[in-house]
């Protein structure tokens, strides 16, 4: 079983910056790829970022690509998310999701994650 443990949310004035962590036990780290989603509310929860197991290919949609970076330290068993230029629409929880498929198919799809840490919430504001 893999537990994933998301921190670092909080408050946040438009064009700041955030940078979120999901802490991951129970299995070896490096063996699962990693991702970042958030829902926002009445909203469908949204793919924002995915990276490998290793961690040299990482994957973000259009709507934050250059304002988010997802990167991972194998040694901490640890995913970050770096969020730069923060607007008021990126206010939403986040979630870490961790999946044993190492490869590329499926990446921004919620059913092909194995494992989803409790969300941590991000306000933006104005």
Partial sequence: QVQ????GGGLVQA???LRLSCEVSGRTFSSVAMA???????KEREFV?????TGVSTYNPESVKGRF????D???NTVYLQMNSLEPEDTAVYYCAARHYGGSYGIQTINQYDYWGQGTQITVSS
Avoid at 36 to 42: M, V
Avoid at 49 to 53: D, G, K, L, P, Q
Avoid at 69 to 72: D, E, L, P, Q, Y
């Fill in 49 to 53: 970022a995915h990276i490998s197991w």
């Fill in 4 to 7: 994933l443990v998301e921190s």
């Fill in 69 to 72: 970076t997802i990167s991972r």
């Fill in 36 to 42: 970042w989603f958030r829902q926002a509310p009445g």
């Fill in 74 to 76: 194998n040694a901490k």
């Fill in 15 to 17: 064009g700041g910056s």
